[in-house]
């Protein structure tokens, strides 16, 4: 997969990596919500474009593979940028609230249930 960069030339997703395959840290998942913590961002250290347009979409929280859509790019890459960029302390990672199954979802799927039966 290719992407193409401002003046239409074709750019390898692991050019813009540095040749990195493997993220740095293990905290995003595709719907890991990042927001900048500068949503006006000037230049990244790294003086990445990629960075610098992460941190345009993330002005507001946003999932990871929404992010990766948004930038046309495989989430692998995406989330090496994001590492990028979290450790830098140019964004925030909130991960999903983890689903737990109390015994009240079962008997409201019970009654739910027997509701419809009676239909």
Known sequence: ?????????????????????????????????????????GRTPRGQPEHTRILR?????VAV??????LDLPV???????????EEGRITARAPHPVTRAASDLDLLQ???DGLDRL
């Open 111 to 113: 009654k739910v249930r």
């Open 1 to 41: 997969m290719t992407e193409g960069d401002a003046e239409g030339r074709l750019v390898r997703p692991f050019t813009l990596t540095g040749g990195r395959t493997r993220p740095s840290r293990a905290d995003f998942t595709l719907i890991t919500t990042v927001t900048a913590v500068d949503p006006r961002p």
């Open 57 to 61: 979409l993330c002005a507001e929280p």
């Open 65 to 70: 593979a929404e992010l990766a859509a948004r």
């Open 76 to 86: 692998s890459v995406v989330v090496i940028l994001l590492c990028d960029l979290l």
